[in-house]
C-alpha cells in the first residue's frame, strides 16, 4: 500500500488519506495475539454454521424454518426488533455526553457509536435472512427497483436504518481518521451528525415499532404503547450491553477508565427498566382486565391457551430476568460489586431479548387472525442463522473497537505525509481518547 | 482488544505506518506470513464450501427472470417474452404444456362475492376446486379457502373449527368459508415495501409473482389470513397440472414469494365463474358485477341480511355473506 506518490512536498487529496487510513486500520485490525485468533476463528466457524444454513434455506426454501402461514414470522424476526433497539441504546452515552456535557461519558462515548454500526449491519442481515427471495433485494432499491415509500412503513425502516448506519460510520470514521492523522477534529464536520444520531435514534426503534402497531388485524400489537414500550427497553439493553463491553476492554488493555460512566448508565438503566416493567404492567392490565377475544394473544403469552403454551416458559423467564435485575440495579452496592453489576447487565439484557423477540413477535400470530392456533418453536436452521449473525456482530464489533483502541493508543497513526503537530491534549477533546 | 502483548512487534502492513516490523524480525515474520497465508486459504475454502447451496440456483433462477421488471412496467413486448419463458420453464420443471394468458380487467366492471351462511353445508367441496384449479402445492393440501364450522349462536372465530372430520352438515352448527375479501382498501397492498401487490381496476388484489421479495408483510397486515406463502417450490403431478393459466392468477408460482385468491381472474375477466363457485353443490355462492345493477350479487345486497367480516376495520370488503331467513 506504499504509495510513491506520497511525499512530504506534494499534498495528497483528503479522500486518498482517508483511504489509506481505512487500508491500515484493517489491516491492523487482523493483527493480534493467538487470544485474538481463537476468538476470532471460533466466531468465524460459527458464522459459516450460519452461512451454510442460510444457503440452504435460500436453495430448499422457508420451509426449513418453522413459520407457517400461521406464524409468518419468528425468530429472525424477533431478533431484528430486539437489534434495532441495541442500536437505539448507543445513544444513552451520546445524550449525557454531548447535550450534558458528561466529560467522563464524552471520552468514551464512542463505544456506544460502534455498537450501533455493529448492531445495525447485524439487524438488516436478519431482515435479509427472513426474505424468501433475497435474489430480488435490489426490488427495493430506490431508484432501481419499486420503493413504495411513503404507504409502506418497511421502506420507512430501510431509510431509517441505513441512514443511522452511515451517520455513525462518519462519526467514528471521522474521529478515528482525524486522530491517526494527528489532528484535532473540526468540530464542524462531526458534532451536526451527532445531533442527528440523537433524534435519528430514538426514530429508529419508533418507526421499527410502527411496522408492527400499525395493523388493524393484530390486536397484540395495535397499541400506541409500543413505540414508547421499545424505547424504554432499548435503553436498558444498550447500556447494559455497553457497560459490560467497557469492563472487557479494560481487561482486555489493562488500563482502568470509564467508571464514571459506567455509574452514569447504570443511573440511566435504574429508571429505563422501570418505565419498562410500568408498561408491560400497563399492557397486561388492559389486556387482562377488559378481556374478550382480543386477549387470546396475551392469555397464550402467559398462561397457554387451550393446552397450547409454547411461549409460557419464554415470557416467565423473561419477567424473571427482569424483575430480578431490577432488583440488583436497585442495590446501591451495584456500584461497588462488578459481579451483581455484570449479573444484573446480563439478565436485563437476555430478559429484554426474549420480551421483545419471542414475547413481542409471536403472540401477535397465535392465535391467527381467524384465532386458529398453531404453535410455532425455532426450527435447527433458524438456530444456526441466528447463531451465524450473532457471531458475525461479535466479529465486526471487536475489530471495530480493536483499530480504535489502536488509533487511540496511537500504536496505529500517520507516520507519512504532512503532519499536523498537535499535542497528545489537545487530541483528547471530543474524539474519545478517555479509554487509552 | 484481545491482544495480550500488544507492544510485540507486528508484520509489516507495507503502508509506512508505526506498525512495521523490528528490523530484526525477519525470519520471524516469514513465518507468520506464510501461518497466515494458509489460513487466510482455508477461509476462504471454508467460505467456499459453507455458500456453495446458492450456485445450485442458478439453475433455478434465469437471468431474464432475474432483471425481469415490474408487471406494470412490461410492455405488451416484453409481457409476450416472459409468458413464453414461463410455458417453457414449465414444460422443463414440471413436464406439464400450458398455456398462460394475461386478461385484462373489463371496463366498467367492478366484482363482488356474496356467500348464503344458510344453505352452505360445509362439504369444503369449494376449498378443493380451489386447490385444483389454482396449482396449489398438492403435499400441504393448499386452498386459498378455509372453512370454519362455527356454532350457532355465535358469530366468534374462537368458537369455530376448521379442522372438523364427521358427516356435514352437523345440526347445531353453521359453515363459514373465508378467503381473500378484495377490500377497498387493502392493508396488504399498502405495507408492501416493493409494490409487489395492488388492486386491480375491477376490484381484484393480486401479485406479482415476479416482483415479490417474500418479506411476508402483507401476511402479517392481512386480518382475513387470506394470503399464502410459498415455503417451498410447489410440487404438483404433470397430470395434475391446470393447464388454462393466469399470469396474475394461478400460474405455478415460484418458491419464495406470496400468493392469494384472484377470484379466478383467468376465468372471471373471460366471462366464466369462479372455480369454487362453479363446484359448490348448494348455490351457496353468489358472483358478479357489483356496477351492475342486474346481476344477482346486487339482487343479494340489497335484498338479503348482509354483513361483512370484521367491518369495524373499516377495510370496506367486496366478499358479502348474507342469510336467506
Not at chain 1, 12 to 31: D, I, K
Not at chain 1, 91 to 104: F, Q, R
Not at chain 1, 121 to 147: A, E, N, Q, T, Y
Amino acid at each position: 500500500m506504499s504509495d510513491p506518490a506520497v511525499s512530504p512536498s506534494k499534498p495528497v487529496p483528503e479522500w486518498r488519506q482517508y483511504l489509506r487510513f481505512a487500508w491500515n486500520a484493517f489491516s491492523q485490525s487482523v493483527e493480534g495475539g493467538w487470544k485474538f485468533y481463537v476468538w476470532m476463528t471460533l466466531l468465524t466457524a460459527i458464522f459459516l454454521v450460519g452461512a451454510n444454513a442460510w444457503a440452504l434455506q435460500v436453495r430448499d426454501g422457508m420451509a426449513v424454518t418453522a413459520m407457517s402461514d400461521h406464524v409468518s414470522w419468528g425468530l429472525y424476526i424477533a431478533n431484528f426488533t430486539f437489534l434495532v433497539g441495541l442500536a437505539a441504546g448507543g445513544v444513552m452515552m451520546v445524550i449525557p455526553a454531548y447535550l450534558y456535557h458528561d466529560e467522563k461519558m464524552h471520552d468514551i462515548v464512542i463505544i456506544g457509536e460502534l455498537l450501533a454500526i455493529a448492531a445495525i449491519i447485524m439487524s438488516i442481515m436478519f431482515v435479509v435472512c427472513d426474505l424468501g427471495r433475497p435474489d430480488r433485494f435490489w426490488h427495493m432499491m430506490p431508484g432501481l427497483g419499486k420503493f413504495n415509500f411513503p404507504v409502506s412503513m418497511l421502506t420507512w425502516d430501510v431509510i431509517v436504518l441505513n441512514g443511522y448506519l452511515l451517520i455513525n460510520v462518519h462519526i467514528c470514521g471521522y474521529l478515528l481518521y482525524k486522530r491517526f492523522r494527528s489532528q484535532p477534529p473540526v468540530a464542524k464536520m462531526y458534532v451536526p451528525a451527532v445531533f442527528l444520531s440523537i433524534v435519528w435514534a430514538i426514530s429508529i426503534h419508533t418507526v421499527t415499532a410502527f411496522l408492527y402497531c400499525g395493523l388493524g388485524g393484530r390486536p397484540f400489537w395495535n397499541t400506541a404503547l409500543l413505540a414508547p414500550r421499545f424505547l424504554a427497553s432499548a435503553f436498558v439493553s444498550g447500556p447494559a450491553f455497553i457497560i459490560v463491553a467497557i469492563q472487557i476492554i479494560r481487561w482486555q488493555t489493562g488500563r482502568m477508565f470509564g467508571e464514571g460512566a459506567i455509574r452514569t448508565l447504570v443511573a440511566i438503566i435504574r429508571i429505563t427498566i422501570l418505565i419498562s416493567l410500568l408498561m408491560v404492567a400497563s399492557e397486561v392490565f388492559v389486556e387482562f382486565y377488559t378481556g374478550g377475544s382480543h386477549t387470546g394473544a396475551a392469555k397464550y403469552l402467559y398462561f397457554g391457551l387451550h393446552g397450547h403454551n409454547e411461549l409460557v416458559p419464554w415470557i416467565w423467564t423473561a419477567l424473571a430476568f427482569t424483575i430480578t435485575a431490577v432488583i440488583l440495579f436497585m442495590q446501591p452496592k451495584v456500584n461497588r460489586r462488578p459481579l451483581i453489576l455484570n449479573t444484573a447487565c446480563l439478565l436485563a439484557f437476555v430478559g429484554l431479548w426474549i420480551e421483545k423477540g419471542m414475547g413481542m413477535i409471536i403472540p401477535a400470530f397465535v392465535p391467527s387472525t381467524l384465532h386458529e392456533i398453531v404453535e410455532y418453536r425455532p426450527s435447527l436452521t433458524e438456530w444456526k442463522i441466528t447463531a451465524g449473525i450473532w457471531a458475525l456482530g461479535f466479529m465486526i464489533y471487536t475489530l471495530l473497537l480493536k483499530v480504535t483502541i489502536n488509533i487511540h493508543s496511537r500504536k496505529l497513526k500517520d507516520t507519512s505525509g504532512v503532519r499536523t503537530v498537535a499535542p497528545d491534549d489537545a487530541l483528547a477533546m471530543g474524539d474519545g481518547s478517555g479509554f487509552v | 482488544m484481545n491482544d495480550p502483548t500488544p507492544a510485540s512487534p507486528k508484520t509489516s502492513c507495507g503502508s509506512g505506518c508505526s506498525c512495521a516490523s523490528a528490523p530484526n524480525d525477519e525470519g520471524n515474520s516469514t513465518r507468520r506470513s506464510v501461518i497466515k497465508g494458509l489460513g487466510a486459504t482455508l477461509g476462504v475454502a471454508a467460505y467456499a464450501k459453507a455458500l456453495a447451496p446458492l450456485t445450485e440456483l442458478t439453475k433455478e433462477t434465469s437471468m431474464d427472470e432475474f432483471l425481469q421488471k415490474h408487471y406494470k412496467e412490461l410492455s405488451k413486448e416484453e409481457i409476450a417474452t416472459v409468458i413464453a419463458r414461463l410455458t417453457r420453464e414449465t414444460k422443463e420443471k414440471y413436464g406439464a404444456d400450458v398455456t398462460i394468458s394475461d386478461p385484462k380487467p373489463q371496463e366498467g366492471v367492478k366484482f363482488g362475492y356474496a356467500l348464503n351462511l344458510s344453505i352452505c353445508n360445509g362439504c369444503r367441496k369449494c376449498a378443493e376446486a380451489c386447490h385444483l384449479e389454482n396449482n396449489h402445492d398438492r403435499a400441504s393440501h393448499q386452498s386459498y379457502i378455509r372453512v370454519f364450522e362455527m356454532s350457532k349462536g355465535s358469530m366468534d372465530f374462537e368458537k369455530g373449527n376448521v379442522h372438523y372430520d364427521h358427516p356435514v352438515p352437523q345440526p347445531d352448527k353453521y359453515y363459514m368459508p373465508v378467503q381473500c375479501q378484495q377490500c377497498e382498501h387493502p392493508p396488504c397492498v399498502d405495507v408492501c415495501p416493493v409494490e409487489a401487490t395492488w388492486k386491480e381496476n375491477d376490484g381484484i388484489v393480486v401479485v406479482d409473482y415476479n416482483w415479490c421479495i417474500g418479506c411476508r408483510y402483507c401476511e402479517a397486515a392481512c386480518p382475513y389470513h387470506a394470503r399464502r406463502f410459498n415455503w417451498q417450490k410447489p410440487q404438483i403431478p404433470a397430470a395434475e397440472v391446470n393447464p388454462d393459466q393466469g399470469y396474475l392468477s394461478n400460474r405455478i408460482r415460484p418458491q419464495g414469494v406470496m400468493e392469494k385468491c384472484t377470484f379466478c381472474l383467468h376465468r372471471t375477466r373471460n366471462g366464466r365463474l369462479p372455480a369454487c363457485l362453479e363446484a359448490c353443490p348448494t348455490g351457496a355462492r353468489v358472483f358478479g358485477d357489483l356496477n351492475d345493477p342486474n346481476s344477482e350479487v346486487r339482487y343479494v345486497l340489497e335484498n338479503k341480511r348482509v354483513f361483512v367480516l370484521k367491518e369495524e376495520l373499516g377495510l370496506k370488503p367486496q366478499f358479502f355473506y348474507f342469510f336467506d331467513e
